[in-house]
């Protein structure tokens, strides 16, 4: 089994990035971790999507068992397991998972001066 090289490292490597934005680098650090995940044919699993939320993104969706928005995402992931998603439909579960956040809230309370 190859070794796999770290997100942060496949990061430094794309030379486009060296002087990008946080906000760049946010992004491609979602594509590269959705890319390590994918099939070859650059699809998802619902199984393996489900995965990827809980170990990647547990900070976001950890409170949200109850809400029905997450209930109705999660549930979809559980059925229909031979359709795969693509690298849109991540980033629309991704978003929508992150605007019903309480992290999100926590994080539009940080200060940005002093």
């Known amino acids: ?13 794309i030379k486009a990035l ?3 934005s946080d906000l760049e680098k946010a992004f491609a650090t979602v594509a590269l971790v959705y890319n390590n995940s994918a099939d070859p044919d650059g699809k998802l699993s619902r199984a393996d999507t489900k995965s990827l ?31 795969k998603l693509d690298f849109e439909d991540f980033m629309i579960i991704l978003i929508s998972l992150t605007l ?7 994080i539009r309370k940080v200060k940005t001066t002093k």
């Not at 089994?1 to 490597?13: G, N, Y």
């Open 1 to 13: 089994m190859a070794k796999r090289i770290s997100i942060a490292k496949q990061l430094a490597s």
């Open 18 to 20: 060296g002087k990008a």
């Open 53 to 83: 939320l809980q170990t990647q993104f547990g900070s976001f969706i950890q409170g949200q068992e109850n809400k029905p928005k997450y209930k109705e995402i999660v549930s979809s992931l559980d059925e229909e397991s031979e359709n």
């Open 100 to 106: 019903m956040s309480d992290l999100l809230q926590e």
